[in-house]
């Protein structure tokens, strides 16, 4: 990617989606799980497989073990990942979701590529946080083929990510960096000659232990199971560790170190994002980004049942030299 040589006069344009609509149009999970299918291509589903009151069948959210194999299920019918693990304890992310936010990316560049989504792994995206699952990096590259550098502070989660990248073949096209600089987002990752077309981030959004293990026993309680006993943690049902799930300050002390951090490297991103779980947040991102000169903010809402979420995402760079650097990439 060619970066803008000019920084683009100081103004900014935010434009706010519409309330937060079902599942994106080109997203595959639609309607019901084809359980016949999931279980065809992983077995270990179903033993996990239970009948709801009204008789229908689905699995059991509220276990971890079945959301694993559901996420293994779905990835191999629906992405051709053959392999895909993570350690007891970090982070399971629900498959339908994760690939919506990577499906709003694609339309933020499809508006500045002139209508198609840029494909190919030419296409670069930082995944600050990539955490153990990989996710991230396994879907854009099985639905847009783009390379991506994905960066996390933990060694255990970069394991356990580059066991995944290996065994699936991907090396070439997924690249992983250790974050040394503990409290650092970008700096301390990309290098002097890095240019990305997107960042994405899914942000720790609870502040302490305490508050995470809070909203687990909500969690289960509307998944439809029993909360546990005082003064036991609950099991987390889609698993976490503190860097994933908890930080000091939480997701609006995470987010305002983005958007400051993101003022440095500029000349190296086409488009910052991150998902952000509490909208009450927003007023302030975007009076942040007000005052840091970001010249294009948008906000897309997402949705996947009753559960209602958003990204933001920003850009110091006008439209005309974003459609000039995909234009030259």
Not at 13 to 18: D, G, V
Not at 182 to 194: H, I, K, N, T
Not at 195 to 210: D, E, G, Y
Request: net charge positive; proline share 7%.
């Amino acid at each position: 990617m060619n970066p803008p040589h000019q920084r683009p006069p100081q103004r900014q344009a935010a434009a706010k989606s519409a309330p937060a609509s079902p599942l994106h149009p080109r997203n595959r999970h639609q309607g019901r799980y084809d359980l016949a299918r999931l279980v065809a291509a992983n077995p270990a589903l179903r033993p996990h497989l239970v009948r709801t009151p009204a008789g229908s069948q689905s699995i059991d959210f509220s276990n971890p073990v079945a959301v694993r194999e559901l996420n293994r299920a779905l990835l191999a019918s629906d992405y051709g990942i053959a392999h895909w693990d993570i350690p007891e304890g970090y982070l399971c992310p629900p498959v339908p979701g994760r690939v919506d936010y990577l499906h709003g990316l694609a339309d933020l560049l499809a508006a500045d590529a002139g209508g198609s989504v840029p494909r190919g792994p030419a296409l670069r995206v930082l995944d600050v946080g990539v955490g153990a699952n990989c996710i991230y990096p396994l879907l854009g590259q099985a639905e847009y083929g783009w390379s991506f550098v994905g960066s996390d502070i933990d060694a255990g989660a970069l394991q356990s990510a580059g066991a995944n990248v290996r065994a699936n073949g991907l090396q070439g096209v997924i690249e992983l960096r250790q974050q040394h600089a503990r409290g650092q987002l970008f700096e301390g990752v990309l290098r002097p000659d890095d240019h990305f077309h997107l960042t994405l981030c899914n942000p720790p959004f609870h502040t302490s232990a305490k508050e995470a293990a809070q909203g687990s026993q909500r969690k289960v309680r509307n998944l439809g199971g029993a909360a546990s006993p005082r003064g036991k943690a609950p099991a987390l049902n889609f698993g976490g560790q503190a860097n994933e799930l908890w930080c000091t300050g939480g997701e609006a002390s995470f987010l305002r170190r983005m958007v400051r951090e993101s003022v440095d490297v500029q000349a190296q991103v086409l488009w910052f994002s991150s998902l952000v779980a509490k909208r009450e947040h927003l007023a302030d991102l975007h009076r942040q980004l007000a005052r840091a000169g970001a010249v294009e903010v948008r906000e897309v809402g997402m949705a996947q049942g009753n559960k209602q979420s958003r990204f933001l995402a920003w850009s110091f760079h006008a439209a005309g030299p974003r459609r000039a650097a995909l234009r030259d990439d």
